[in-house]
């Protein structure tokens, strides 16, 4: 009878945990809508990937934006170095949009293309960013973090873009295209004045090539999810 | 003449210098472009301060080129952003692109350029304020009521394409207020205010910022007044409530904290803790071989000597009065607690303490079998006895006496409750009450009980060695001595064994056969042998008989503080028994009796058997070395 009874128990508290682990798996699940990488038939809408594009473009041009500051103030000071950075971006090789009409004008599969030619454009680059910050004197931990950060959330941006190319435009074959970043060797020169000047023109090439890929991705997603109404 | 003509070209240029500089007429100052902007990122304009002009007028010029191109423009529109303004249309304007901007200011003695300028359309937006800001009091009927503001972007902005994502802030604050109240509103249009002040104008504005920009201008204020009947929630009725359940609860909170403790204790009484000090039987089986006398004396649960009040549980002998008619004061049975009619004497309710080891031997009851027709007299030989205490009066009856000392048991222990540990080494005042008892040893042990003596034979096998057998009133309080009630021992010396005698003649044949240690002799050395008592009934008249197989106590081992004398149990018969006494309890007490054998010298002499008896009566050695030498 003791038997009977003590597993009856058992049974039922299983039950009970099973019950509970349903519940909260399922809750899990249901908020974070995220495809398994190599799923075909993957449901995630493509308004929640644009949302997610965005927040992470948002935020990579905000930890451009605030590193190229923070260097500007710490090492640029009275050097001139805005007078050199002239046309000095590897990226501008890649024909993009320069204002809005022309951004409007290019459709979007082009610029999704053109998104992904700059995002790869910079995986190299912000590689040796973190890996040359880290190596200078007195390596300032504000522009460390950020610059690490920026590598990890672009590598992110990169693949979500591919998923919304996956939605949009399945199955075509896409050439991939970017610029080869040659930087390297002035970024590990000797002379202290041309190494920083190596420094402040790739933090000013990604803050600029940040901004401009979230306001394509602004662009597109009003102009694909909401049909240019927001 | 060439001279001359040289001279007067100098004169004639230096006076045309000098009519110009008479004139204030100087190239213009240096320009400077001090703003750059674009409300919208597709337009911008640039505005500059112009120097100093000279005094001329001055034409000035923005002259611009951009990043990757080579050649020179000049500013498309100088009207639009008014005076020393440039103004840059959509078709003038690419972003994420570098402009070189500088403006050159000419007049007719020279000119002068700025420092060019590095402008990027991206990082200088700073759109216009909101506009259409509008104001509306709603009450709805089963709802709060509240204030809804609306506002419409800036017309410039393209908000629908997404090109430009706008935030926006209002404020308000009543008219008369300085300070504003502002509020965060995201990328919506609108706004609830819900706490509003009847009865006021209220100032509202608001403004924006692009996603990557500058914020904007307040807009202009707009005003609203709020009518007296703008009910207020009631949420004061809420306020009041949880204030009041908040005093309650820190009210209950103090109090449960002030009455925790008994509280708790009320609820959880605290267990009491044993208090019967046990025995090591393991030590106890191992040192009688060895004769180690602390291993003994360990075991039998005291730790040091003299024994501590912790030991005094242990050791406690308590006197027990038979009230129930029988005049004897019977002493406990061996091992047995004194228990059948037998007052405890232990003025510790709830134990059982002392008893452990032996039966407590009472000092005034004696086992049994030594039916003392003649009450012996405990008389110190030289009449150690209690100075300040009365002598008491040996010659009362027996019955009278017992009962006397019955009677002054009880109030020797109802008084001496406290002290009903025997080791309370306590000088003055000790005494007990009369009995009537048939060895040194019991003498012993009341001496030592009484004095709060030390004198711990512990040894639980021995069949009661001195141990204090009754509980004895320590030398403190001495109530029981202004009762009257010091009893002195007196020892009968002439007796082979040295017995401690009661004085008076208290018949304790009945009494339960106690256990005790008893002076079997006092060795040449001087030092007491001391038998524990065999069996109850063993005739005490020959002690040499039994020592033998018996435990003995050899030789006194040490003496601490130089009033206790540290025993040590010898295998060997005919040694002494040791005991401790505490010697010094008695000698502030004690009168200087001459003939006493006064405790001090007791160290020195440590042949001398002390037993403080009443606290004040010794057993002067000299009583018992003249028959054992």
Request: charged share 20%; aromatic share 8%; with cysteine.
């Amino acid at each position: 009878m003791d038997n009977k009874g003590s597993s009856q128990k058992a049974g039922s508290l299983l039950l009970l945990l099973l019950l509970v682990s349903n519940l909260l798996l399922c809750k899990s699940v249901a908020s974070l809508p995220i495809c398994p990488s190599g799923a075909v038939n993957c449901q995630v809408s493509l308004r929640d990937l644009f949302d997610r594009a965005v927040i992470l473009s948002h935020y990579i041009h905000n930890l451009s934006s605030e590193m190229f500051n923070e260097f500007d103030k710490r090492y640029a000071q009275g050097r001139g170095f805005i007078t050199k950075a002239i046309n000095s971006c590897h990226t501008s090789s890649l024909s993009t949009p320069e204002d809005k009409e022309q951004a409007q004008q290019v459709h979007h599969e082009v610029l999704l293309s053109m998104i992904l030619g700059v995002l790869r454009s910079w995986n190299d680059p912000l590689y040796h960013l973190v890996t040359e910050v880290r190596g200078m004197q007195e390596a300032p931990e504000s522009i460390l973090s950020r610059a690490i950060e920026i590598e990890e959330q672009n590598k992110r941006l990169l693949e979500g873009m591919e998923k919304i190319v996956g939605q949009v435009h399945p199955g075509v074959k896409e050439n991939e295209v970017y610029s080869v970043w040659s930087g390297l060797p002035s970024l590990q020169m000797a002379d202290e004045d041309t190494r920083l000047f190596a420094f402040y023109n790739l933090l000013h090439c990604l803050r600029r090539d940040s901004h401009k890929i979230d306001s394509y991705l602004k662009l597109l997603k009003c102009r694909i999810i909401y049909d240019s109404n927001c | 003449m060439k001279e001359n003509v040289a001279s007067t070209v100098v004169f004639i240029l230096l006076l045309f210098l000098n009519t110009n500089l008479l004139n204030g007429q100087s190239p213009p100052g240096k320009p400077e472009i001090f703003k750059c902007r674009s409300p919208e990122k597709e337009t911008f304009t640039c505005w500059w301060k112009p120097g100093a002009d000279g005094g001329l007028p001055t034409n000035y010029t923005l002259t611009y080129h951009k990043e990757g191109e080579t050649f020179t423009h000049e500013c498309p529109d100088y009207k639009t952003g008014g005076p020393n303004s440039c103004y840059f249309n959509k078709k003038h304007t690419s972003i994420w692109t570098i402009y070189i901007i500088t403006v050159n200011a000419t007049n007719q003695m020279g000119s002068s350029s700025s420092d060019p300028r590095y402008v990027d359309v991206t990082y200088i937006v700073e759109p216009d304020p909101p506009v259409n800001l509008t104001l509306e009091l709603k009450q709805p009927e089963d709802r709060k009521p509240y204030l809804w503001i609306k506002w419409f972007p800036p017309t410039l902005v393209d908000v629908r394409s997404g090109w430009l994502t706008l935030q926006y802030e209002i404020r308000l604050k009543p008219e008369k207020a300085a300070e504003w109240e502002t509020h965060f509103a995201g990328q919506q249009t609108q706004f609830k205010i819900l706490s509003l002040y009847p009865g006021q104008k209220y100032l509202v504005q608001v403004h924006c910022k692009p996603d990557h920009g500058f914020w904007s201008e307040w807009s202009p204020e707009s005003s609203i007044p709020i009518p007296n009947d703008f009910s207020m929630t009631d949420a004061t009725v809420w306020i009041f409530v949880a204030v009041l359940s908040a005093v309650i609860c820190l009210i209950m909170v103090w109090v449960v904290a002030l009455k925790g403790y008994s509280m708790v204790t009320c609820i959880l009484p605290p267990v009491p803790g044993p208090k019967i000090k046990g025995f090591d039987t393991h030590l106890l089986e191992v040192s009688p071989e060895k004769g180690k006398s602390e291993e003994l004396l360990s075991a039998l649960g005291c730790q040091d000597f003299p024994p501590t009040s912790d030991c005094e549980d242990l050791l406690v002998e308590f006197l027990e009065v038979d009230d129930s008619g029988d005049q004897q004061l019977l002493a406990a049975h061996s091992k047995e607690h004194p228990g059948q009619g037998v007052k405890p004497m232990h003025s510790d309710p709830d134990s059982d303490s002392g008893r452990g080891s032996c039966d407590s031997p009472s000092l005034l009851s004696e086992k049994c079998d030594e039916p003392r027709a003649n009450p012996s007299k405990f008389h110190t030989p030289e009449g150690l006895e209690k100075a300040e205490k009365p002598e008491t009066n040996v010659t009362q009856p027996q019955g009278p006496q017992s009962t006397s000392v019955e009677g002054k048991i009880p109030s020797l222990h109802a008084s001496g409750s406290q002290s009903s540990t025997w080791p309370l080494l306590q000088p003055p005042g000790l005494h007990y009450s009369r009995s009537s008892y048939h060895s040194v040893a019991d003498v012993c042990k009341l001496g030592l009980g009484t004095a709060g003596a030390a004198s711990t034979l512990l040894d639980k096998t021995d069949t009661c060695a001195l141990k204090p057998s009754q509980t004895i009133e320590t030398g403190g309080e001495g109530k029981a001595a202004e009762r009257g009630e010091s009893e002195s021992f007196r020892f009968k010396t002439d007796q082979d064994a040295a017995r401690l005698l009661p004085q008076d003649k208290t018949p304790l044949t009945s009494a339960k056969p106690l256990e005790y240690v008893e002076i079997h002799k006092v060795s040449k050395d001087g030092a007491l042998a001391l038998l524990p008592k065999q069996n109850e009934h063993s005739g005490r008249a020959e002690k040499t008989s039994t020592p033998e197989t018996s435990k003995e106590y050899s030789k006194v081992s040490r003496v601490m503080e130089s009033n206790i004398l540290v025993l040590v149990q010898n295998r060997r018969a005919q040694n002494l028994a040791p005991f401790e006494e505490p010697a010094k309890e008695a000698p502030p007490s004690l009168p200087q009796n001459p003939a006493a054998v006064d405790l001090a010298s007791f160290p020195a002499a440590p042949s001398s058997c002390r037993l403080q008896l009443g606290g004040l009566d010794y057993l002067h050695p000299t009583g018992f070395m003249h028959p054992f030498q």
